[in-house]
């Protein structure tokens, strides 16, 4: 949510951040808006204490001048209501405008329409070679016969998996590395968080309205998280917090659910878009200071992960047009994938300053007043996608995986993943 005093003090600005948005300029109509509520705010107001003091004297009136005063004053009691009115509808129009525009982009942020216009910020670790030609996970997974997408598209349709024995417990692995590197090494507090949210949860987190066709929704009016940054952040809906507790850093292996509405034909083999993934995510609640610093900081931890499994990475800062939609800053993390030859996202860190705060009134206090705090978010990593990456990069000609040596205390005494 944006704020309307900035929108105010700095009309051209906001729309200069929108144009990098590639949208419309709005300053002008949601100033015509903002105007005709202090306008009909004003009357309101004027209104009552008319009404005030014209109550004030009724006792001294006779009965003949009550009834004309009565009539008066139920007059400007429907003026009021009427104005009241208006103003509740322009409220609504308010927040509906507010509520779809993104947040504008920082000033690091590199204007381009789409991915093309990203700018690879550093590449990390050596591309593997091989004496053989690297297959793609799917043909891995299914060849070891413990990736099973057929039995999965009878029971649940396209875009699910069975994953099976060795490689499910390589996964559990994975996220259980990433949860200890992150709680031990970084500080960050392990939760366990709802999977299904409200309404004014996702809204909080900028899901709703504008993308509610990404998302499941259960016939009890509840949404199915399409990451933990939707209930982690949220620990923060509509609550006041002190500044020297600042910042809060959480962290949480959950399922995730995604419609992948706007996804059409893209992805369709293996397990690089699915309905239902698993991700470790990585949620920072800063005050304003701090924000940018603590973005550089998720960054660092998202990316040791891959330093530790030996993978190789780059680290791209999204344009305006790429990034998502409550964001002010991204970097994207893609992971070298040999079955395809190419870098894939793994991972991306944003920072939303108070731009999810405003939508969920979370405050802190600071010097007797309250500001908005600053949310980040960042997949720390999105397990699936390193399971893929595992499989890849640790493949070897016949077929077997090699297990990563800083997963190999999570596999008992599993080294090498064959078929049976």
């Not at 020297?244 to 397990?271: F, H, I, N, V």
């Amino acid at each position: 949510m944006h704020d309307l005093n900035f929108i105010r003090e700095n009309p051209n600005l906001f729309d200069l951040g929108l144009k990098k948005r590639f949208l419309e300029p709005q300053s002008q109509i949601i100033l015509d808006l903002d105007l005709k509520k202090r306008d009909l705010l004003t009357k309101s107001q004027d209104l009552r204490s008319e009404r005030k003091n014209l109550s004030a004297s009724f006792s001294q009136l006779n009965d003949e001048d009550k009834a004309v005063l009565q009539k008066k004053v139920q007059d400007i009691k429907n003026d009021i209501d009427q104005y009241e009115n208006e103003i509740s509808k322009i409220d609504s129009q308010l927040k509906d405008i507010l509520s779809s525009l993104p947040n504008l982009p920082h000033a690091d942020v590199p204007i381009g329409e789409d991915e093309k216009s990203n700018i690879i910020i550093k590449k990390m670790g050596n591309i593997p070679t091989f004496s053989f030609k690297p297959k793609p996970h799917y043909e891995l997974g299914e060849e070891l016969g413990m990736l099973d997408f057929d039995q999965a598209g009878k029971v649940s349709g396209t875009r699910f998996v069975y994953v099976k024995n060795h490689l499910a417990r390589l996964e559990r692995a994975i996220a259980n590395f990433m949860l200890d590197k992150h709680t031990s090494d970084f500080g960050y507090m392990e939760i366990i968080p709802p999977n299904l949210v409200r309404d004014a949860a996702a809204y909080g987190t900028g899901q709703l309205p504008k993308f509610s066709d990404d998302l499941f929704k259960t016939n009890t009016d509840h949404w199915l998280i399409p990451t933990a940054e939707v209930p982690l952040t949220n620990l923060f809906l509509d609550t006041i917090v002190l500044d020297k507790t600042l910042p809060q850093r959480y962290t949480a292996w959950t399922p995730c659910y995604r419609s992948e509405a706007g996804a059409a034909g893209r992805d369709t083999r293996g397990m690089i878009r699915q309905h239902q993934f698993s991700k470790v995510e990585l949620v920072s609640i800063t005050n304003e200071e701090d924000s940018e610093k603590e973005l550089e900081r998720m960054l660092n931890c998202a990316t040791s992960i891959l330093d530790d499994l030996k993978i190789s990475y780059q680290v791209m800062l999204l344009s305006s047009g790429d990034m998502g939609f409550s964001a002010e800053k991204t970097y994207d993390i893609e992971v070298w994938l040999p079955g395809e030859g190419k870098y894939r996202e793994i991972s991306s860190c944003s920072n939303c300053r108070s731009f999810q705060a405003r939508r969920m009134n979370a405050r802190y206090k600071s010097d007797e007043q309250n500001k908005f705090v600053h949310t980040l978010n960042g997949s720390g990593l999105a397990v699936g996608r390193t399971l893929i990456a595992v499989l890849e990069n640790y493949q070897n000609e016949d077929g077997s995986i090699t297990v990563p040596d800083v997963l190999l205390p999570y596999m008992g005494d599993i080294k090498v993943i064959k078929k049976f």
